[in-house]
């Protein structure tokens, strides 16, 4: 059936439903290996303890949980609280020197996640790191490199990855029941964005310690604007809306269809801000050929850029429309759905073969004493990081990018190079 009839009716025509979230069970190669004593535990060191990091936390509080840091002193003594074993820094870097650590959860805002992770991977340590990967592009692919040369156990921190209904989307488009898919439409509805730098410079709150929360960004008088979460939107600080969540969403066809380095990145959005990120933005990738695999163009949406003929699609919030020669899927975190529904009547799923997931985290902890793989590791997290973040990069250049993913280069806007990697603070330096 013509695709446009496929684009047509899939609001109308869905044929099959499934949800299912993160179960028992183990990676093949995981169970193979011989399994170290429950009272062989990691000694781990938590870098951020706020917010998402009370999440991790939890996920790693059977092991030894034996340094804390964090820059905020509330957050920090309350961390303290339920590990009063842990000795309590204010400084990543102090933390990473204390004897005997074995493994880092890097839970910071993303201005931060790259210099704490390096330093770490540097220093033969485990690195648990939440999305997106890093703040800029030449973070990541120095991440990625870091990684391969440590030889340790990392892991990204995109948790649905871990989710029993992205392994059946992936062996559904792998098995090939939509035909060839050469398109892609993905989107969020967060928005992270919009403002302008503050005047007032009210005092640092005694708890907080400011200079070290910049860390690498520029120097900036404190205000609260900028935290808890509301850093996501300044350039200094995160990426806007695809930074917050793409690393979620183009997770999945990066996973369905092998996908790697784009060819091209172009993106539009409303004037660039040179303070703050956009509050909505459209990014088009191409990617090449791999393989047997056709080439895949990609569409980002987030914020108030969402086509409203899929806005409705994801009750989420967010999700992937895959375009193939014979139908379309269209799924979100927990579920999927096959359009048209008259070609699809019947359909049953292939038999799984993507071994389920022991948890997110728990796969970072195996493989951290076991050796054994994890499925979002810096190679296959740093790739992912990069693409998602040059659309900022294309954004703020204002034109379409030709990129040499080799080379880490724009062959064709000398411009772009400024976005790729940021000044950093003198001490805060990763060459």
């Known amino acids: 059936m013509p695709t446009r009839h496929h684009r047509r009716d899939f609001l109308k025509h869905t044929a099959l439903a499934g949800s299912a979230l993160a179960g028992t069970g183990f990676f093949s190669s995981l169970a193979a290996a011989e399994s170290k004593s429950p009272n062989e535990k990691l000694n781990v060191g938590m870098i951020g303890t706020a917010n998402q990091a009370r999440f991790t936390m939890g996920n790693v509080s059977k092991e030894n949980v034996v340094a804390l840091c964090d820059i905020d002193d509330n957050y920090l003594g309350k961390a303290g609280q339920e590990f009063p074993q842990a000795r309590k820094y204010n400084d990543f870097r102090k933390l990473l020197e204390q004897p005997g650590l074995d493994a880092v959860a890097v839970c910071t805002p993303d201005h931060i996640h790259a210099p704490a992770t390096v330093m770490a991977l540097r220093m033969g340590k485990h690195v648990y790191c939440e999305k997106p990967l890093t703040h800029n592009v030449w973070e990541a692919r120095l991440v990625a490199q870091t990684a391969a040369k440590a030889k340790v156990a990392t892991q990204m921190g995109t948790q649905i990855h871990a989710g029993d209904n992205y ?3 992936v062996e559904i488009i792998q098995s090939g029941a939509i035909g060839p898919v050469r398109e892609v439409h993905t989107w969020a509805g967060r928005s992270w964005g919009g403002g302008d730098r503050p005047k007032e410079m009210p005092p640092v709150p005694p708890n907080l310690h400011w200079d070290l929360w910049l860390g690498p960004a520029p120097q900036r008088p404190y205000h609260p604007t900028y935290l808890p979460a ?19 969403h183009v997770d999945l066809p990066f996973w369905a269809l092998k996908l790697r380095a784009p060819l091209s990145v172009e993106a539009e959005g409303p004037p660039v801000h040179p303070e703050t990120c956009p509050l909505g933005l459209i990014v088009r990738y191409e990617f090449p050929s791999r393989g047997e695999l056709p080439p895949v163009k990609l569409t980002w949406y987030d914020g108030d850029k969402i086509p409203s003929q899929i806005e409705g699609l994801a009750t989420g919030g967010g999700g992937n429309l895959f375009v193939g020669e014979r139908g379309m899927l269209w799924a979100d975190y927990g579920s999927w759905r096959l359009s048209p529904a008259s070609d699809f009547a019947g359909y049953k799923p292939p038999e799984p073969t993507i071994p389920r997931s022991i948890g997110h985290h728990a796969e970072w902890i195996a493989a951290c004493k076991t050796g054994g793989p994890t499925t979002c590791n810096f190679d296959y997290a740093g790739a992912l990081s990069e693409a998602v973040l040059l659309g900022n990069v294309a954004y703020r250049v204002g034109q379409r990018l030709a990129w040499d993913a080799a080379a880490l280069k724009a062959t064709n806007c000398p411009e772009a190079d400024h976005f790729l990697r940021r000044e950093y603070r003198k001490g805060w330096e990763l060459a």
């Open 167 to 169: 392994r059946r989307v």
């Open 230 to 248: 509301n850093w996501r939107k300044w350039w200094d600080f995160g990426g806007g809306n695809i930074a917050d969540m793409a690393c979620h």
